[in-house]
């Protein structure tokens, strides 16, 4: 096996209760908003229209809730905790949408493992991580609960 192909994530057994880990930030763009209209067929005026979105309470256009959160998923991906381990993701539990995001916010995840379980069967486990996304004023935009099964350490 070449090193390209060794995970470089952590495997189920590294991950205790309590670890944390924040993420780099990531800017919202128009781009990401017509793809994300594009590739979902949300084009939700709040999101694709300008005018329009002058009339609402937020008095400009909004992010789509799922682009961000789908961001939110790649951010902790890129951290490479999970690269090559990951197995499944089984459950988003308690999300809340709290804040708008808009065009240009940046956002970041900050993570913390809340409980570990073991399933020795499928030589794996699963973590339950409690996220925070938060834009560049340090304002939480979202939160909520994964589930995720991780590789165990082979033997």
């Not at 590739?39 to 008095?59: R, V």
């Not at 240009?104 to 996304?133: C, F, S, Y």
Request: proline share 4%; net charge neutral.
């Amino acid at each position: 096996m070449s090193e390209n192909t060794l995970p470089r994530g952590m495997y189920f057994e590294q991950f205790q209760p309590g670890f944390r880990l924040v993420t780099t930030g990531r800017t919202i763009t128009e781009a990401d908003v017509v793809a994300f209209a594009g590739l979902s067929g949300d084009y939700n005026q709040i999101h694709t229209d300008a005018e329009f979105s002058k009339t609402t309470p937020f008095g400009r256009r909004v992010a789509h809730g799922l682009l961000c959160l789908s961001v939110a998923s790649g951010l902790l991906m890129q951290t490479g905790i999970l690269t090559g381990t990951v197995m499944a993701f089984r459950e988003i539990s308690d999300w809340k949408f709290v804040k708008p995001v808009f065009l240009g916010d940046t956002l970041h995840v900050e993570m913390e493992v809340g409980e570990v379980k073991a399933l020795p069967r499928l030589q794996a486990g699963a973590l339950v991580i409690h996220l925070n996304v938060k834009n560049q004023g340090d304002e939480v935009v979202m939160k909520g609960v994964w589930n995720v099964l991780v590789t165990s350490r082979p033997s």
